[in-house]
């Protein structure tokens, strides 16, 4: 009998990130299929993302746009793509038009890109663009995102004006060596309570999209519903290919 083959390193760390989300989701006494988990991809050959694909898992991110573009038509229709961080306004037809089955952008950060997506959308006749409004929650000059104190404000333009969009929720982005967590988490979340009130939102209807690699499961502890985590699962990125 032929021995079976062996699996591959990405599909192993697949395998564990998805039993630690699971757990992480029980503890924070949620149901763990409530949790989204985006592989974040870039910088990546679509060959190891089909290895993942075949493994079974469907949602896939990138922030790349000229990369994102050549990547998605080469690897299955079903995949839920994510475009994660900011988005030259100029770049957003490129995008939305090379990446038909994108599903999620996280995400906004002003309402002149929340407008050329609007625009984009409706005239490329495709189903509602969910996003998530990108907050800046560790105060750092150089990280895209609005200021807290006025994310209410961009929320309202996204759900009010924007009807090609769906919000879908906030998002960030923490410091690369996670001194932020938790302070951007507990404060990501009481945007969450301002927009809501503001909207008259239900709260679990605005989801929070934080976490990654370093710090995902202590996210989902504290609210995250989706969580990016990239290098835990294809290993360090090389950013001379993106």
Known sequence: MAAPAVEGVAVTALRSVLLRVRQAA???GTQPERVRFVAVSKTKPESLIRQVYDAGHRRFGENYVQEF???APQLPE???WHFIGHLQSNKVKTLLGGV???AFFEGVDNE???NHLDRAVSSLGRNPLKVFVQVNTSGEASKAGIDPSVCVRLAEHVKLRCPHLEFSGLMTIGMPDYTST???FRTLSNC???VCKALGMEEDKCELSMGMSGDFEQAIEMGS???RIGSTIFGPRDYSKK
Do not use: G, M, S, Y
């Open 69 to 71: 573009v050549q990547k």
């Open 192 to 194: 969450r309570a301002e």
């Open 26 to 28: 029980e503890r924070a």
């Open 225 to 227: 519903t989706n969580v």
């Open 182 to 184: 938790p302070e951007n």
């Open 112 to 114: 002149k890109i929340a």
């Open 100 to 102: 038909p089955n994108l």
């Open 78 to 80: 079903d995949i839920e």
